[in-house]
Structure formats: C-alpha cells, structure tokens
C-alpha cells in the first residue's frame, strides 16, 4: 500500500531499536529529534523493543484527512509498535509531538496487555450474526457503528489519559470538574446527533445513515468522554492502578465508571446497568429496535 520507504534513521536506545521512515519530502529532521527524545524519555516507549515510525502523507495515502496519527490494526494483532504520522506533524511543537505518539504507543501498549482489538473483533462478528436478517443494512451498520462507539470510548480514553499524565493531569476534584464538562458537553451533542437521525423515514434511511456515520468519522466525542471516565475511575478509587484499569473489559470499564459516579450527586455520562447516564446505552438500543419496527 504504501510501497518503498526510504530509511533514514535507525537509533539504539538503552538497547532498544527505533527506526524513522518516511515517503515523503521535506524537511523533517525537528520531527525526527522530537520522536527520538519522546523514546529516550517517557516510560510507555520503553515496553517495545523496537518501534517504527513511517511518515507519510494522510490524504495522499488513503488515511483520511482528519487524522494526524494512527496504528494500523494488522499491526497491532501481531503485537508490533509502528505509529504512521502524518507529515502535517513537522509543524507542530514538541509538547504536542509527545503527546500524540504516547497516545498512539499506548493503544499498543493496551492492545497487548489486553487484546482488545481481537476481543472487539470477536464481538463485532457475535454480534452480526445475531441482527435478524430481515434488518435493513444502514439499521445493521449502525448497531455496528454504535458498537464501535462504545469501543472507542473505552481504547482511546485510555489513550488520552496516558498522553495527559506528563503534562501534568492532576486527580483533583477541579481537574474532575473540567473533565466532566467536557464530556457533558460532548454527550449533549451524541444525543442531538443521534435524535435527529432517529426522526429518518424508511425512504431516507440510507442517505440519513451517511449523514450520521459522517458525523461521527474523526468526531472527538468518545475521547473527551473516554478521558473524563478513565479519570473518574481513577480519581474516585485511588487503589486501583492505570495498568488495572486498560485490563477492564469495556463493559467492566463501564461498570466501574458507574460505581464511580454514584460516589456523588452528578448525573453520569454514560450508563448500562443504571438507565440514568445522559447517554445510556441500553436506551440507545431501544431506540434502534423502535426504529427497526417503524421501517419495516
């Protein structure tokens, strides 16, 4: 897909293997010493004994446009680090360079301590075979679609918390605060996002159902409230450690967020077993399953 790269830089660090590869021209020797420093520096690069870094163009390549960095599933099943970054990358400053690729190493990272990609896999196919085969394909691919919601919620607030630990991200209740609102914030506009979807007619289901996965494509929703429930979890039960929490399952990472919340008074973002979150998802469900026997 991405044919030859040309190598330019292979390093040793502390005995483990970086190497840089880029497809591209430019001027990327800032870019280079900043992935070189983040390696030799913070602690989630030191669980690989070697990691690649390929440079490329996004939009040229067919990686989307909304998209700054990202891992490849294919590598992340067979437990190898490589983080593709986009060459917009050259123009950003070091704090935001190290922020980004700690997020990517942790979905690494957390795919091999708890297989998460194989695990969503696993459910993903459970779950399309069990969608009666009279449903329509848009109200199939958006049971999926909101299935990889929740997965995302659950991977990329672990990714974002990792990220926001060096910079300083304190388990405050101001810190709590500002997370939650956040996240309230970005669960007000799922619902409205979804509401409208949910007033489609059988004739405009496929056209609505673009709209909808369109919205959600690079949408930034499951990272505010994934960080905001990673970091409840932790504020709430100081005993458990990060490492505990990336070994949830996503629905033992929920659940454990619920507990969390009914600590205090504020209503949660998310719910399964409560039915009281601003977004719950077995209401969500229902709202589908209404849906379906209005289109049938």
Known sequence: MFGLFSREQEHKIDGREVSIYRDSRGNFKQLMKYILLVCETERVARYFPRIEFLIVDFQKKGLGDQSIALVLTKHLKKGKAVVYLDISNQNRDFKEIKSTIIHELTHIWHEQVSKMSSTSAKIHKRLSKVIANDVSKELKDTRMMLQVFIDKIHYEGIAEFAAKIPSGLEYSKKEFVVNYLMAKDSAKEFNKLWAIFLKTTKINLKRDYQVLSKKFEGNKIPYIIGLHMTHTIKYVFVDV????????????????YEEAMSHGDLKPILTRESNEGIIDYNRILGDLTDLYHKNL
């Open 241 to 256: 450690t990060f490492q505990e929490i990336a070994k949830f399952s996503r629905f033992k990472f929920l659940k454990k």
